[in-house]
């Protein structure tokens, strides 16, 4: 099997991961301000961000079930929403996390530097 043969797959299999707990900084993030589904998508895709609606919906339910979210049910406009927002346990999590993001940034970009591609 040849390099370019496996580098697609792989290469979508590496991204996916690398992807996933980003996009779990980057809800957390944008959930200090509440938002629903619908707003908060758009919020990240404005900031760069894409994320499919069968990723988000499951996700937002899970950072909620561990308690890092809340939502509530409201009427607006003229159609009830799920409005999330992040907890104080999310807070924390979010900021801890983001220290450990900023840490391995400088890390990686010193190795980058170091051995340039």
Known sequence: MGYAN?????YDNLKLELRRGSLVLAVLAALRTEQYGYTL???LAG???TIEESALYPMLRRL???????SEW???DSRRK???RITPAGEEILRRL???WRQ??????RLLQVNPS
């Open 104 to 109: 391995l940034n400088e890390s990686v970009n």
């Open 41 to 43: 998508r758009g919020d």
């Open 74 to 76: 409201r009427q607006d």
């Open 6 to 10: 496996a580098d697609s797959g792989l």
């Open 64 to 70: 909620e079930g561990q308690g890092l979210l809340q």
């Open 47 to 49: 900031a760069g961000v």
């Open 82 to 84: 799920r409005f999330y």
């Open 98 to 100: 983001l220290e450990e």
